[in-house]
């Protein structure tokens, strides 16, 4: 028998099983395709349980509430249905507040070009330029209730304000929080100060992603500051200045710290969420404040979205 047939007659070996503890690739492949599947879940799981909790269930019951009667008190309520939102809608001083809030809409419109203007001459080369972005942002640091009360002081009768005016020959008797005029436009005052430095970091972080080869480059074609903000950094910033308006119009809309503290909506200084709160806690009227906390919450989503189909966030390219 030659040595070709007594291999082909040889029985092959059986393939070795695999190693106790090791699987075969294919189902290491699915097992690792599932826990990436799964690991993302995981690290949402608590984020995602605190914003159930704390944000869509309570707005799901103040949804619930404001199609009741209840007075935030007794463990009764009583099914109304759309009896409060009628209400609203048909007591025409419960709406007059929000004329309050073109105070802030005209405050914030002077904030955004403060900030605007701040950003941009500090992201150039500027002597002190990091003392300047401490100073401009140190007012969002601190409490509003803190910047409440500095303020209250500092406008009433006597106080900060007119011992300066003093001392700049400037003799006053205004009563700052006297009337509604000087009122809302003190209060809006204060408003700008304290928010104009989250614009400023906005827009300054905007300004500084913006590639320093398109400055070069607008320098060498003797491009001036303004040239430059005019057709490179306004266009590369359009994003954050479209989220910058959104951000204070619904601001203007819902403002409620500063006034609340320095004047209690007194001298014509309420605003649509002080009356709410007093609706709730004075009045004992939970379920008409719900209601009009469930309209505010509307009519701040659909200021949103007109702005956002007037001004789309569309890619910028300026390269």
Request: no cysteine; hydrophobic share 50%.
């Amino acid at each position: 028998m030659t040595d070709t047939t007594r291999k082909a007659a040889r029985p092959e070996a059986p393939a070795a099983p695999p190693a106790p503890g090791r699987a075969a690739p294919a189902a290491r492949r699915t097992r690792r395709r599932a826990r990436a599947g799964v690991t993302p879940w995981l690290f949402l799981a608590v984020p995602l349980a605190l914003l159930l909790t704390f944000t869509y269930a309570p707005i799901a019951n103040m949804a619930a509430y404001s199609f009741t009667d209840w007075d935030g008190v007794s463990p009764e309520l009583n099914w109304t249905g759309a009896e409060n939102y009628t209400e609203l809608l048909t007591r025409s001083e419960l709406f007059e507040v929000f004329l309050v809030s073109g105070y802030y809409l005209v405050a914030s419109v002077v904030q955004i070009v403060l900030a605007l203007y701040f950003a941009t001459v500090l992201s150039f080369n500027v002597r002190f330029r990091n003392f300047f972005k401490g100073v401009l942002f140190f007012p969002y640091l601190i409490n509003g209730v803190a910047i409440g009360f500095v303020f209250l002081y500092f406008f009433q009768d006597g106080g900060t304000l007119d011992s300066v005016l003093r001392l700049l020959g400037v003799e006053t008797d205004h009563a700052w929080l006297g009337t509604p005029f000087s009122a809302n436009t003190s209060l809006a005052g204060v408003s700008v100060w304290r928010y104009l430095g989250l614009n400023f970091v906005l827009f300054l972080g905007a300004i500084q992603s913006i590639p320093g080869e398109l400055y070069e480059a607008a320098e060498i074609d003797g491009a001036s500051r303004w040239q430059q903000f005019r057709h490179i950094i306004a266009p590369g910033i359009r994003p954050v200045l479209s989220l910058s308006v959104i951000l204070s119009v619904s601001g203007s809309l819902s403002v409620f710290e500063i006034p609340y503290i320095m004047t209690g909506g007194a001298t014509g200084t309420e605003t649509f969420v002080i009356q709410t709160v007093k609706l709730a806690f004075q009045f004992n009227k939970t379920g008409l404040a719900s209601a009009a906390a469930v309209v505010l919450l509307l009519i701040v989503l659909a200021v949103t979205w007109v702005q956002r189909r007037i001004v789309p966030d569309e890619k910028v390219d300026l390269v």
